[in-house]
């Protein structure tokens, strides 16, 4: 007589479910072990350019979970673990902490959360950096949101942000934006081929712009019976047609 118990192998089929589209670093295959279907976008966009302030109003708005890489880095700092010390120095000259430590962050902040919705700001801000998380999460994100910010003004905003960062200084705000151009901007290139890349004129007021972000966003809130995937295409496209004609910064 055939049974609903499911059996140990059919559950940790279950359990693995998101690990299907990793690949294996070196060998090793993907670690990641939710069994939620996780929706993920990744903010990306020069330092200063009002990344963590839109990731606000997109948390109060659509239900999104606000995953900065470069807050879960400093509490690791405040926390007292051995990586503290590499990580403070490596904020304070400019440079980006290694992948295996901050993808480790963002994965258990994922695993430890009930919500299925992620905005990963600030990430992934090199090759590494997504080239381990797609690895260990097996995670394709959604979307990336890109903010087109010119320097001087991300640099105006820096120096005004008064939050007492050891890296909001002239000198480290330069480094910082040497690394974005070198080792972050081939990052949005590599999402550009794939067609998932929306650009925001960063540049407005914070109201305006929200509301261009919001359609993006939308779909998540209201599914139409086609299935959020099908408004999400629509709103992308949407949104290249109506899209900022900003060029990439520098
Ligand atoms: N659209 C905007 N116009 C003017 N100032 C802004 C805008 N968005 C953010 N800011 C301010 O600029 C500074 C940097 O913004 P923040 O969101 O912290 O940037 P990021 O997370 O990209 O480093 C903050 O002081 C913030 O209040
Ligand atoms: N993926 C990341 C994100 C941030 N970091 C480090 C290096 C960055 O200069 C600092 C600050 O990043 P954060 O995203 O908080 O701030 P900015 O966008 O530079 O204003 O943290 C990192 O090493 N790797």
Known sequence: ?????????????????????????????PVFTSSRELKVVFVLGGPGSGKGTQCSKIVETFGFVHLSAGDLL????????????????MIKEGKIVPAEVTVKLLQ?????????????DG???????RAIFESVTGIEPQFILFFDCPEQEME????????G????????????????????IPVVDYYETSGKVNKIDATKSVDKVFDSIRPLFDCFNHV???????????????????????AITN
């Open 165 to 184: 960062r050891v890296d909001d200084n002239i000198e480290t705000i330069r480094k910082r934006f040497k690394v974005f151009v070198e080792s972050s």
């Open 224 to 246: 139409s019976s086609n299935g959020y995937e099908e408004e999400l295409t629509e709103a992308i496209k949407q949104h290249n047609i109506n899209g900022s004609a900003v």
């Open 123 to 129: 990430f992934p801000r090199n090759e590494e950096n």
């Open 1 to 29: 007589m055939a049974t609903a118990t499911k059996t140990v192998s059919e559950e940790e089929e279950e359990v693995t479910t998101v690990k299907v589209n990793g690949s294996a670093v070196n060998g090793v295959p």
């Open 74 to 89: 400093r509490a690791e700092i405040k926390s007292g673990n051995e990586n503290g010390n590499m990580i403070q120095n």
């Open 156 to 163: 105006r905003r820096l120096l005004g942000r008064n939050q």
């Open 108 to 120: 258990k902040a994922m695993e430890e959360s009930e919500n299925d919705k992620f905005l990963i």
